[in-house]
């Protein structure tokens, strides 16, 4: 096996698209609503930052899976591909119709994608503004071995270590299913803690932030505590955060953990063990020895995996691994890694 892509895009092309997977009541209010009128991609249709500038064409870049499989599979040269698609669902203020069009979107990911190519793996989108429906909806799901992971949004409306998500987190547990936090927003708060930025680029620097509020919510509400196996994958967080932002959770953590009695341990241990990161975008230079020394923090070569991004914008050329990754670390991120976090490939792929 070449490589397991654990970050592909599928682009969801228009609601019109769902209306064969909704029931009569929502296709009738995709009209009366004028629901397509309303953006579905995951960034701003004329941002430079949508894709490549040598995929940005039309049909959208990902929107078939003819468009999408010679990029991934031939030029990428992955074997297998996660797919994530990052329509808005957890955008949606009615929970009736967050419900219904997750349900639909994961019924096209599974006849318009999964069916048609054996290398597809997706990820489970679930309508987190009901945690009850969110759980339906993984357990349905989760019948179809396909489905390797479960996919939230970094920056919700609440901290993601509050109990009121715990259930999700059982469901994954339970279920073998990895919790992947994706870089993007209900925008219900503001993406920074001084209120909103006026430039994408602002929005897209300051999730990092997000990814690092959920982290350490996780870690101190004590869903690693009352989880044992679950398993979190970052994607597309960025890599050159972390070390520091844990050694300095942990400092405090030293002082304050009459607070939070259920975290036993150093929080870096506790992500060592549950967490895992894409290393598209590495966020670090294309020095092999400053990306070496940064890999040595972790303390760690379990924890990075391979992906691509596409259609995404982080890299140019027909090579996603950043060329400052060590060699001695390409077939753990490209294959061993993603096999022994996605276990649900391991049947699959024998």
Request: proline share 15%; net charge negative; aromatic share 12%.
């Given at each position: 096996m070449r490589a397991i892509d654990c970050d592909v895009h599928p682009f969801m092309p228009g609601l019109k698209t769902l209306e064969p997977y909704l029931d009569a009541y929502w296709r009738e209010m995709v009209d009366v609503r004028g629901l397509e009128t309303v953006e579905s991609g995951s960034y701003p249709i004329n941002s430079p930052l949508t894709c490549r500038p040598d995929w940005k064409r039309e049909p959208r870049p990902a929107s078939k899976l003819e468009d999408l499989a010679p990029h991934v599979f031939g030029q990428m040269g992955a074997d297998i591909a996660i797919l994530n698609s990052l329509y808005g669902i957890q955008l949606m203020m009615n929970e009736d119709q967050a419900i219904a069009f997750a349900r639909a979107l994961n019924d096209?990911?599974?006849?318009?994608?999964?069916?048609?190519?054996?290398?597809?793996?997706a990820s489970i989108v679930i309508p987190v503004q009901n945690v009850e429906h969110a759980v339906e909806e993984i357990e349905r799901c989760a019948a179809d071995p396909r489905f390797v992971q479960i996919l939230l949004l970094c920056m919700g409306e609440a901290p993601m270590g509050r109990r009121q998500f715990w259930p999700i987190y059982a469901a994954a547990q339970r279920l073998n299913l990895p919790i992947g936090i994706h870089v993007g927003s209900t925008y219900k708060n503001p993406v920074t803690s001084l209120g909103w930025p006026s430039w994408y680029l602002e929005d897209y620097v300051d999730q990092a932030g997000g990814f690092q509020s959920s982290l350490t919510s996780m870690i101190c509400e004590g869903a690693f505590a009352a989880h044992q196996d679950l398993r979190v994958v970052l994607l597309e967080s960025g890599v050159s955060w972390l070390p520091g932002f844990m050694w300095r959770l942990g400092k405090f953590w030293r002082g304050l953990r009459f607070e939070v009695p259920w975290v036993k341990e150093a929080p870096m241990e506790i992500v060592r063990r549950h967490v895992r990161l894409t290393i598209q975008p590495l966020d670090a230079p294309d020095d092999p020895q400053i990306v070496e020394r940064l890999m040595n923090h972790f303390k760690s070569d379990e924890m990075f995996l391979y992906a691509s991004?596409?259609?995404?914008?982080?890299?140019?050329?027909?090579?996603?691994?950043?060329?400052?990754?060590?060699?001695?670390?390409?077939?753990?991120?490209?294959?061993d890694n993603p096999l022994a976090t996605y276990t649900r490939l391991g049947a699959l792929v024998q």
């Open positions: 096209w990911i599974k006849a318009e994608w999964l069916d048609r190519d054996p290398r597809l793996r991004d596409f259609p995404h914008w982080q890299f140019d050329g027909d090579d996603p691994m950043p060329p400052a990754v060590p060699q001695s670390m390409r077939q753990k991120i490209m294959v």
